[in-house]
């Protein structure tokens, strides 16, 4: 199980956002991924193997963690940077946490 | 760069069988590494993996959905299924296909649009 924290946050274009996702037990790092959703869209890959950015996203965003503990950081944030972030970790199937909307 | 599109009812009748196709262009499904995946989200939720194919049609699927899953693959048709059986209400959700890289990384790369599936009498 994947939990993610907080459940929505509210902050302004330049600031900095830091979404959590714990694990119910270990993760390897190269399972780990999070992705971004607009409304009306697909989820988009932002981040793999942990801190690895997928194709064309920014290096404002950086992810980190170990273990049961990870986290997504947007440095500062950009308008197109709203929406409903989720993180997944592959334990022979996928698993999606339950997202962390950004919202202004 | 892969497209996937899904296609198929987008209501379906309670204990009947939801039947999606996808169709994958720009890459083929046989391509080592790559396995093709549906996955579901409840309006308001977050995804649930339904399973996956890969181009040798070895299967793996949620347990959750106690074996009322089946995904095929079609190689000459460039095409990957999911058949779900005894529908609910439950089973309302937006269902994306979608592939996923499994080598060293493991996460989903490419995804369809999305179609909107209600269950409803």
């Known amino acids: 199980v994947l939990t993610q924290s907080p459940g929505t946050l509210f902050l302004s274009p330049g600031e900095k956002a830091t979404l959590s996702c714990r694990a119910s037990q270990g993760v390897s790092v190269s399972y780990l991924a999070w992705y971004q959703q607009k409304p009306g869209q697909a989820p988009r890959l932002v981040m793999y193997?942990?801190?690895m950015r997928a194709s064309g996203i920014p290096d404002r965003f950086t992810g980190s963690g170990s273990g049961t503990d990870f986290t997504l950081t947007i440095s500062r944030l950009e308008p197109e940077d709203f929406g409903v972030y989720y993180c997944q970790q592959f334990t022979n199937s996928f698993h999606f946490g339950g997202g962390t909307k950004v919202e202004i | 760069q892969v497209q996937l599109q899904e296609s198929g009812p987008g209501l379906v009748k309670p204990s009947q069988t939801l039947s999606l196709t996808c169709t994958v262009s720009g890459g083929s499904v046989t391509r080592d590494t790559f396995y093709w995946n549906w996955i579901r989200q409840p309006a308001g939720k977050g995804p649930e993996w339904i399973g996956r194919v890969y181009a040798s049609g070895s299967t793996n699927y949620n347990p959750s959905l106690k074996g009322r899953v089946n995904i095929l693959v079609d190689t000459s048709k460039n095409q990957f299924s999911l058949q779900l059986t005894s529908v609910t209400a439950a089973d309302s959700a937006m269902y994306y296909c979608?592939?996923?890289?499994?080598?060293?990384?493991?996460?989903?790369?490419?995804w369809g649009q999305g179609i909107l599936v209600t269950v409803s009498s």
């Open positions: 193997g942990t801190n």
């Open positions: 979608a592939r996923s890289t499994e080598a060293y990384y493991y996460y989903i790369d490419s």
